[in-house]
């Protein structure tokens, strides 16, 4: 196949429309780019190029469904983030998770920047547990605690020892 040829089969596959764009991008007129959609030999290249197109979106489509079944399969806990700041949506939360997960990020880490992202703008409280820390750095809890302590972050342990009985049952 000739440069030109090949030229206009990356059009072809790349350009919105087959007559006037790809045509352009390819360099040539509508007239020649139709000839080469009359020729055999070009003809099968590009029903064999336009397949390995078909095939690629077939498993992107795959990989993106199964990167985003936690959308669905979590959908309760986009929610409940969504519900403690007022004015935003659950398909705001749902964008932000979804963009993390897009960029290789799990699905906690993705939930927890979504709550600092709204915690930060609406300036509002946001607590977040050990385990929060350990998912959006990818680590144990004893790793995010020891992170944690050398930026002096000081985490607080609520626990229910004997002393916090009593002063329960005294109350």
């Known amino acids: 196949m000739t ?45 064999k190029a336009f397949a390995g197109l078909v095939e690629d979106a077939n498993v992107y ?14 959908a309760d806990e986009i929610e409940a983030v969504a519900v403690r700041f007022p004015g935003v949506s659950v398909g705001q939360i749902q964008e932000i998770v979804r963009s993390g997960l897009d960029h290789g990020f799990s699905f906690e880490t993705a939930l927890v920047g979504a709550r600092l992202a709204y915690a930060m703008q609406t300036g509002q409280e946001e607590l977040f547990s050990l385990d929060d820390v350990a998912a959006a750095l990818g680590c144990t809890k004893e790793e995010a605690a020891a992170e944690m302590e050398r930026h002096g972050i000081q985490g607080m342990t609520i626990s229910t020892l004997p002393g916090f009985e009593w002063l329960l049952g005294k109350m």
């Open 61 to 74: 489509c795959e990989e993106c469904s199964k990167r985003h079944l936690p959308l669905w399969e979590r």
């Open 3 to 47: 440069p030109k040829k090949q030229k206009a089969l990356v059009a072809l596959l790349t350009q919105p429309t087959k007559e006037k764009a790809a045509a352009a991008a390819a360099g040539i007129t509508s007239k020649t780019l139709r000839g080469y959609l009359d020729d055999p030999e070009f003809q099968a290249e590009y029903k």
